[in-house]
Structures are given as C-alpha cells and as structure tokens.
C-alpha cells in the first residue's frame, strides 16, 4: 500500500474518530439546565441596584445628607429603567 494513501486513511479514521466522540459526549452528557439562565437564585441585577443605592447614602452621608433625603434616590434604584433606549 502506498505511504501517502495510508496518511490519507489516518486522517479520515481520525476525524470519523473525532465526530464519533463528540456525538456520543454530546449525547450522553447534554446540559439539562435552562439556557435562560437563573430565575430563583441569584439576581445579578437586584445586586447591583443595591450596590448602587449603597454607594448613593455613603455618598449623601458623606456630604451631610441624611436617610430623609435618600427617598428619592431610592425610587430612582427601584425602578425600572427598560423602557429608556
């Protein structure tokens, strides 16, 4: 048999090879979870408006201001912003 036409039959069986595995991984070990990413657990959202509401009191506290004149700051953190393009 000729040198070349055996890499030829390397390269082939190795790439069968390759599919093969990725087909049976992919079937046997799928992701089952939702691809919408997290309802119930952790709010990265949530988070961060509390991280900035935070940082705003630090701020007003900072600079004389005390929890009376936060409410407003706390309306603008709780509300919601989607419809702003």
């Known amino acids: 048999m000729?040198?070349?036409v055996v890499v030829v039959c390397?390269?082939?069986?190795a790439g069968a090879a390759v599919l093969?595995?990725?087909?049976?991984?992919?079937?046997?070990?799928s992701?089952?979870?939702s691809?919408?990413?997290?309802?119930?657990?952790?709010?990265?959202?949530?988070y961060m408006r509390e991280v900035r509401l935070r940082n705003v009191e630090q701020i007003g506290a900072m600079n004389g201001y005390g929890h009376?004149?936060?409410a407003r700051a706390r309306a603008d953190a709780y509300s919601d912003h989607t419809s702003m393009a």
């Open 2 to 4: 000729n040198a070349q």
């Open 10 to 13: 390397v390269i082939v069986g």
């Open 20 to 29: 093969i595995g990725y087909a049976t991984t992919r079937y046997f070990f």
């Open 31 to 33: 992701n089952t979870s």
């Open 35 to 46: 691809s919408d990413g997290p309802t119930d657990e952790f709010n990265q959202a949530a």
């Open 68 to 70: 009376r004149h936060m």
